[in-house]
């Protein structure tokens, strides 16, 4: 069964700060792997999408990284912003197609301006 | 262009009553429709999901059912809320392997 760990649970940066958030998976067997971010009280927002044979996406001020063999993601944020503050979630695509998407708990991000 | 809508946005109910979380696809045919449950910050639980019409996998067993009488409708329903019900309720859309497409969610509180 695959568990997808995050660290920190929660993390609180001075705006400007370049900031690394972490995802670790048990099973390597995956298909792809996902960051979203949540607001409170809202739904998910996809942010980068690495697949299985990808290392790394970026997206402007984002960069995701995916070491497959080590089973585990980093989510780098560059020059972090107050509206950079949310929940950050990965999520694990496995199963048949990739059908089956695991969540770690969260990475809850405060930029102070 | 695909949207996914969930109603009603919030909802408190007391304990013992029933529950109908609608959720609905539109701008594509025939996905994968889930229903999740987040806790309170917690990540996402997958409740249950459907490859078609009245096709129906259940994840975990609980106090709540989930039918597809249409292609792009899902329904969530409970005969009777206990208060472990409480929760965020996202639904979600996918019709291309590994990518799923998430609603705005229902916010219920069970008194």
């Known amino acids: 069964k695959q568990e997808v760990t995050q660290i920190p649970a929660a993390l609180s940066v001075p705006e400007g700060e370049n900031l690394v958030l972490n995802c670790s998976f048990t099973?390597?067997?995956?298909?792809?792997l996902q960051w979203f971010r949540q607001d409170p009280g809202k739904g998910l927002t996809s942010l980068l999408l690495?697949?299985?044979?990808?290392r790394e996406q970026t997206s402007g001020r984002l960069n995701a990284s995916l070491d497959k063999s080590s089973g585990r993601s980093t989510l780098y944020i560059a020059a972090s912003q107050p509206g950079d503050s949310a929940t950050y979630l990965c999520a694990v695509a496995s199963g048949t197609s990739g059908s089956r998407l695991t969540f770690g708990e969260g990475t809850q991000l405060t930029v102070n301006p | 262009s695909q949207t996914i809508h969930q109603w009603p946005a919030t909802l408190v109910q007391p304990v013992g009553s029933p529950l109908s979380l609608e959720c609905t696809v539109e701008?594509?045919?025939?996905?994968?429709l889930y229903w999740y449950r987040q806790a309170a910050g917690r990540g996402l639980q997958l409740l249950f999901y459907s490859v078609g019409i009245g096709q129906i996998s259940s994840e975990v067993p609980q106090n709540l059912s989930a039918s597809r009488p249409q292609d792009r409708q899902f329904i969530l329903s409970s005969k009777k809320l206990l208060l472990s019900d409480s929760g965020f309720y996202l639904c979600?859309?996918?019709?291309?392997?590994?990518?799923?497409?998430f609603g705005p969610g229902t916010r219920l509180t069970v008194l």
């Open positions: 690495i697949q299985s044979s990808q």
């Open positions: 979600a859309w996918s019709g291309f392997p590994g990518v799923q497409f």
């Open positions: 099973d390597s067997a995956i298909y792809n």
């Open positions: 701008g594509t045919s025939n996905p994968n």
